[in-house]
């Protein structure tokens, strides 16, 4: 099950959701009466009226101010109805959403950056969607600002990584490879809920299809992977290969806030994340040349542990024994892959771990069976947040 | 192969209401299983007049087992007939000692040795806890839990659903604690380790794997249908994730022994009749003197439990199948058609130990060359694909309970590792031993209570 979904076109966005839903920016050529107005300056943002009739909304944004900005029309939990971007300095947008009725948030965002300037408001009549649990959409709203975050640190990581690359520096882009993945890991059902990104960026040699060229179709992280440890060598696809990453990652940055998250889907991703582990990192397949699984190990189980967190609240007032096996067995695996952990911790970017080929078979069976012993409860931890 | 053809294709008796009431101590789960649907599995054999008898018991090979057979009368737990239960009927779970020893042997198995993976004493009694209530479900037929469609869309199921529908099939379930479980500073069971859970010594041409090895605990599923057996030992394996871990398990098929005077002594993976003289479920005396912990012979725990000994031991199929028909007899001491002992005419006939070679199998492994010692046998045949090198990854995991080890299984396989003309095709690649507890008494006790208790 796809956690999250992209919200592409509004029609198909609608078909899929459940809740108040829908709207994507659009052209703007409606225009006219009935449109809100949003005034955007460097530090505020305006909107002409706060309450508005559920349906056809079109905003008329003019940005007054010196630098340029964006707008969001935003649900409770986060995630975007819909946005124009690039608005700049003296000019004028349109932006035009289905929206059911329900309370949203338009933010401004100066400079296109931070969290931007927000104001409340709300789409009337019609039939009103029920409530959330405000402290649902709370962990959402939480959990989405972490996945953005992740994003955005993973670019300067893979473009030091894509720079080694282009340079020619072999043993400089084996240092940087793992690193670079790491953002991308701790938040991999929602990376891969983009369809056409994950299989730019993480596909594995063996999952092309017959007919597909490996010299063609593959790219991503795990072909310079084999290309730095297998053949040892950079060839110039390679350098070309690394922009390609870096440019789909950013892809992957702009999409992440329209990513449908739910807390329900929150949970299954933290369960999946485990599941990424039992069948990709366990068995060493994921990082067949550089040996690096335990990296993407401890990034899987971290992306999983802050899903959790932030869903924690909800779950302990319904299910508080499912809460005390997960504080539990998140701490076990936590000692357990710490054994392997060969850098003093002092460095956030630093993720020194033992070299996968250097585990034993023993080890590997407990590794597995503390996989288990997590992702079993946590697969419960969806029931307990929507009971 | 012989068998498993024995074993299928022959009449299976359709279910009558009778599991229901058997069952009735069991709350009904939300799908209680109608009808089978999958008739073609497993199945009673054939009732052919041929009692069970001749045989021998062999540790190594362990053809046949010993001891005359006795009538069938009361049979486990005074509970039920369960040798007469028919394929798809279910065993009681609960009695004087586990079912899933004196029981009908079924002709499927999954076994499953575990390590505990929890250091806290309260998490193995919840576990075992746990097991035990899902235990009880799962032989009466019913699912697990909430069962296997609910109640939550965005949880996973109780159960894993794959026996949905199945009927209870004899499935038995049997547990066993390992000697690991009783080492110092783990659970505080040092004291309580039976003196006679010993490891067992190397036999001469052993070749042990230890990923098939040793345990914790394990699991002895039994039942008609594979999927049922398999479906208990997947759901236990679930509810233990962060307590126990399967540490290697094993499917059987093709029953290699017999605890009932049974209509046609089955074949080992050799071709031979196997399991014609095992200790009767229904000889309440030889259980008692050969296979039931009295409770003089202490621990008090395991009074009423027995001793578990599990060996997988692969054959050499293609070794053996070049072999000449008097060889393969010789090694024996039997004829391959009848089962006849040498010098004998019928599969029953009392054997003449001196007329077979001093290394025959047979002869070996009687009870008048150990002083009478005994074991209950419920081992299967196996086969686990192919080797790599395009041989058959094939044989027998015997599985033997008797009230001590040290006078029952050891000796025996001593003499056999020693001497038996049959090394030559075999080799013991796998090995555990466990003690078993008794048996749950009712709804309220649980697997091994009277340990932590």
Not at chain 1, 225 to 247: G, Y
Request: aromatic residues 6%.
């Amino acid at each position: 099950m796809r956690p999250v979904r992209l919200c592409a076109v509004s029609a198909a966005l609608a078909a899929i959701s459940v809740a108040a839903v829908s709207g994507c920016a659009e052209k703007a050529d409606a225009g006219g009466e009935g449109a809100i107005e949003v005034t955007a300056t460097d530090d505020s943002c305006e909107v002409s009226r706060k309450t508005f009739p559920a349906g056809h909304v079109q905003l008329a944004v003019e940005n007054k101010g010196s630098k340029v900005t964006e707008v969001y029309v935003l649900y409770p939990d986060g995630r975007i109805v819909t946005e124009r971007e690039n608005i700049g300095a003296g000019t004028k947008a349109k932006v035009t959403a289905e929206i059911k009725a329900g309370d949203y948030e338009i933010a401004c965002k100066p400079g296109m950056k931070g969290d931007g300037i927000r104001q409340k408001v709300e789409a009337t009549g019609g039939g009103k969607p029920a409530k959330r649990d405000p402290k649902l959409d709370a962990a959402v709203s939480a959990y989405r600002d972490y996945v953005l975050e992740q994003a955005e640190l993973t670019l300067p990581k893979a473009e030091k990584f894509a720079e080694a690359v282009k340079a020619g520096d072999l043993e400089k882009a084996k240092k940087l490879y793992a690193p670079s993945r790491i953002g991308w890991e701790r938040t991999e059902p929602v990376a891969e809920s983009f369809g056409t990104i994950d299989p730019k960026v993480d596909l594995r040699e063996d999952g092309l299809e017959d007919g597909q060229d490996p010299e063609k179709d593959w790219t991503g992280w795990h072909r310079l992977e084999k290309s730095l440890w297998k053949n040892e060598k950079i060839t110039a696809t390679d350098k070309k290969l690394a922009d390609q990453l870096i440019k789909d990652l950013t892809t992957w940055q702009k999409k992440v806030g329209k990513a449908e998250i739910t807390p329900t889907s929150m949970a299954n991703g933290a369960k999946e994340l485990l599941d990424e582990v039992a069948t990709g990192k366990v068995t060493g397949e994921e990082e067949r040349y550089s040996h690096t699984d335990l990296v993407d190990f401890k990034a899987n189980v971290e992306g999983a542990h802050k899903s959790y967190e932030l869903l924690k609240p909800v779950a302990k007032k319904n299910d508080a024994a499912l809460v005390k096996e997960l504080d539990t067995q998140f701490a076990a695996i936590d000692e357990l892959l710490d054994k392997y952990r060969q850098d003093d911790g002092e460095d956030p970017d630093e993720y020194a771990f033992t070299s996968y080929d250097k585990v034993g078979k023993d080890e590997r069976k407990k590794l597995s069976d503390g996989v288990n012993a997590l992702a079993e409860p946590l697969s419960k931890l969806a029931a307990a947040v929507v009971k | 192969m012989t068998a498993e053809e024995d074993s299928t294709g022959t009449g299976r008796t359709p279910v009558p209401g009778r599991r229901a009431d058997q069952a009735a101590a069991v709350e009904p789960g939300p799908e209680a299983r109608p009808q089978d649907t999958r008739a073609e599995t497993g199945g009673a054999r054939s009732s052919v007049g041929r009692r069970a008898l001749l045989g021998w018991g062999g540790a190594g090979l362990a053809l046949g087992a010993v001891a005359a057979g006795g009538t069938a009368t009361a049979l486990h737990n005074d509970e039920a007939d369960a040798a007469s239960a028919s394929a798809g009927q279910a065993v009681p779970f609960h009695g004087t000692h586990q079912a899933g020893i004196s029981t009908a042997v079924p002709d499927r198995l999954h076994f499953a040795a575990f390590d505990v993976t929890t250091e806290d004493r309260e998490e193995l009694i919840q576990l075992l806890k746990d097991w035990t209530t899902a235990a009880a479900r799962m032989t009466a037929g019913h699912a697990v839990g909430d069962g296997a469609f609910g109640p939550v869309p965005e949880s996973p199921p109780d159960d894993t659903g794959e026996a949905a529908g199945l009927k209870p099939s004899r499935l038995t379930l049997t547990v066993g604690f390992g000697p690991s479980l009783f080492d110092k500073d783990r659970f505080g069971l040092a004291e309580q380790r039976p003196e006679a859970l010993v490891e067992l010594p190397a036999f001469p041409g052993d070749k042990l794997e230890k990923a098939r090895s040793g345990g914790d605990l394990c699991v002895q599923a039994c039942a008609d249908d594979p999927q049922v057996a398999v479906h208990a030992i997947r759901n236990l394996a679930r509810i233990a994730f962060g307590k126990a871990a399967i540490r290697w398990s094993q499917l059987g098929f093709g029953k290699t022994s017999s605890t009932t005077p049974d209509a046609q002594t089955p074949r080992n993976m050799f071709g031979f009749k196997d399991g014609t003289r095992n200790v009767s479920g229904s000889d309440k005396k030889a259980l008692d003197e050969h296979v039931w912990v009295a409770e003089k012979d202490g621990p008090a725990w395991l009074a009423d439990g027995s001793y578990l000994v599990a060996r997988r031991i692969r054959m050499h199929i293609e070794t053996w199948d070049r072999t000449s028909l008097k060889e393969q007899e010789d090694i024996f001491g039997r004829d391959k058609r009848e089962g006849a002992p040498v010098g004998k005419a019928k599969e029953h006939d009392e054997p003449f130990l001196k007329a077979m070679l001093p290394t025959s199998h047979v002869r070996l492994a009687h009870p008048d060359a150990h002083n009478g010692a005994r074991i209950l046998r419920r081992g299967y045949s196996f086969t686990d694909g192919t080797d790599g090198l395009g041989r058959l990854d094939a044989g027998l995991f015997f599985l033997a309970y008797q009230r001590d080890v040290r006078r029952g299984f050891i000796p025996i396989q001593r003499s056999l590792a020693r001497h038996d003309a049959l090394n030559e095709y075999i080799q013991h690649v796998g090995s555990a031993v466990f003690a078993v507890p008794p048996g749950v008494r009712d709804k309220d006790d649980w697997w091994g209570r009277e340990l932590f208790s």
